[in-house]
């Protein structure tokens, strides 16, 4: 099946430095990636969605200053955490559509991303 | 803005019991899709209904989206322990962009 990769898994920084984190579609192009944040025992709220060569459409409450999505090609985004803070502490989830094909309206999670900001 | 809510929240099924989870959204839905999150995992898609009514089973799960197009429901006949994780719903009025429900635990006691 589709894999979508993310790195680095798990990421421990101090207060105040940026992190970004790489989402990759390893065997098919994503036009669409979409970010998501998952606090413990709690469901996945999108972020934002990234479209290939255009800008990221931010969900409402979401500061694009604050969390930076560059996606650069079909197969890469990136989500850049920007002066962080304990309160940014979460799991990212990143994820993919295919573009095209069999695999159209189904989303491949990568694996997650787990952040703490001390 | 769009909401999509599950319940319950947590169950404890005995191995073999069934198991149902139910899920409701504040809008009418283009399609919605479920997953299974084990525990420390990621969200692993199950399946995905855009008919309205529309049955579809996988094994021992049965998925079901309301007549019109706002629920929906995961069955799980006799559980097993590999059931065990949260499944999540996700819905939206267009086709990519999905909103997650606010998933069912379930853990079952062998």
């Known amino acids: 099946g589709a894999v979508v990769s993310q790195h680095p898994s798990r990421v421990i920084c101090k207060s105040g430095t940026s992190v970004k984190i790489e989402c990759r579609s390893l065997?098919?192009?994503?036009?669409?990636m979409f970010w998501y944040r998952q606090f413990p025992k709690q469901s996945l709220m999108l972020m934002a969605t990234?479209?290939?060569?255009?800008?990221?459409?931010?969900e409402q409450g979401v500061e694009k200053d604050k969390f930076l999505i560059n996606h650069a090609s079909l197969t890469l985004s990136t989500l850049t955490v920007t002066s962080a803070h304990p309160e940014d502490s979460s799991f990212y989830i990143c994820?993919?559509?295919?573009?095209?094909?069999?695999?159209?309206?189904?989303?491949?999670f990568g694996p997650g991303t787990r952040l703490t900001v001390l | 803005g769009q909401q999509v809510m599950q319940i319950p929240q947590y169950q404890h099924v005995q191995e073999g019991e069934d198991f149902t989870t139910y899920c409701n959204s504040s809008?009418?839905?283009?399609?919605i899709q479920w997953y299974k999150q084990r525990p420390g995992g990621h969200p692993v898609f199950l399946i995905q209904l855009v008919k309205s009514g529309e049955v579809k089973k996988q094994k021992r799960l049965t998925f079901q989206f309301g007549e019109a197009k706002k629920n929906s429901s995961l069955h799980i006949t006799a559980t097993q322990t590999t059931d065990v994780g949260t499944y999540f719903c996700?819905?939206?009025?267009?086709?990519?962009?999905?909103?997650f429900g606010t998933g069912t635990r379930l853990k079952v006691l062998a």
């Open positions: 065997d098919f192009q994503a036009t669409t």
């Open positions: 996700a819905g939206g009025p267009g086709t990519y962009k999905y909103i």
């Open positions: 990234s479209n290939e060569g255009s800008k990221a459409t931010y």
């Open positions: 994820s993919a559509f295919a573009r095209g094909g069999r695999r159209t309206d189904t989303q491949y």
């Open positions: 809008t009418t839905l283009s399609n």
